[in-house]
């Protein structure tokens, strides 16, 4: 019997692709695979977790190549079992965001991204915790956690589904204060601690990010009137935000985060609520790694 040196992880929910195409990308991953000469195991997920399981189990088992499919909720659930191992990740982005195959330059077509995973060279990266919880991406408290906790509430993801979702969001929330490594940072409207450079859909929070320096970038961005947002947005998407004069940033491996409200946080885009008012972030240096 051959031996598996390939499992493909796929989240039926991520993405918007109907049925049939889904079915014609699944056999397109299994051909590619064989052509590749990979003896290859397909297991869609059923539930919150399962891809770390699945993870973890193909690591145990000397598993070489793990690709998965799914948006980047599904890719932090994956990578969190593959850090410190010699396996490595491939990413087929089917996100809303898709922030940190975006970040590494990683095709957008499904297609081109397995045959690059399936043909590319591991490299490895850095990844960040939030407390206890991995990313890979960004973290964050603020505005952009606010945003995530709403999100998750709707029924239908998206792109459109988030912009509607930031804008009701942005009128509602309000700035709380901070303390980092003890020093008063004063009111911010968002707080991200970033290994990659962007949230996702080229919204960069960090511009000059560097995903294997052993260092997370922490950006604060200050409260700003209301006319302003326009403006920030589109430096958000123009890569330009570190050039605004409520934005701030520093590098740095960990920093330890207090406020006077509770908080409310993110990893990855998923939402967390974190138990008190303060918390603790860092990086794992040369962690992960993924193919390119």
């Known amino acids: 019997m051959a031996t598996t040196d390939l499992l493909v992880i ?26 590749q000469a990979y003896q290859a195991e397909i297991v869609t997920t059923a539930y919150a977790g399962h891809a770390t399981e699945l993870a973890a189990q193909a690591a145990q088992q000397g598993i070489r190549r793990v690709l998965v499919v799914g948006g980047d909720g599904t890719i932090n659930e994956t990578a969190r079992a593959l850090r410190k191992t010699s396996t490595a990740l491939g990413i087929v982005p089917m ?7 975006r970040h590494l330059g990683l095709p957008m077509n499904p297609q081109k991204a397995v045959q690059r995973a399936l043909a590319g060279k591991p490299v490895l990266i850095d990844s960040g915790e939030l407390n206890d919880h991995p990313f ?15 999100f998750a509430k709707q029924p239908v993801r998206g792109l459109q589904t988030y912009i509607k979702t930031a804008y009701q969001a942005f009128w509602s ?7 980092i490594d003890e020093k008063k940072a004063g009111p911010l409207f968002s707080l991200t601690a970033a290994n990659a450079g962007q949230f996702g859909n080229n919204a960069w929070i960090a511009p000059t990010a560097n995903i294997a320096d ?5 950006c604060q961005l200050k409260p700003f009137p209301a006319h302003m947002a326009s403006v920030l947005g589109w430096q958000l998407f123009r890569k330009s ?4 004069a409520y934005w701030s940033g520093r590098r740095l491996q960990e920093a330890s985060i207090q406020s006077n409200a509770p908080l409310l946080a993110h990893a990855d885009g998923e939402p967390l609520t974190l138990a008190g008012n303060s918390c603790t972030i860092r990086v794992l240096p040369a962690s992960l790694l993924i193919l390119m």
């Open 10 to 35: 796929i989240n039926p929910l991520s993405g918007t692709l109907p049925p049939d195409q889904r079915e014609s990308l699944r056999a397109f991953i299994a051909a590619e695979a064989d052509r």
């Open 95 to 101: 996100g809303s965001g898709n922030g940190l195959a």
């Open 136 to 150: 890979f991406c960004t973290a964050g408290l603020g505005f952009e956690a606010y945003v995530a906790h709403e």
């Open 173 to 179: 929330y309000r700035s709380a204060e901070y303390t």
């Open 214 to 218: 052993g260092k997370l970038d922490l």
């Open 241 to 244: 935000l570190n050039r605004s």
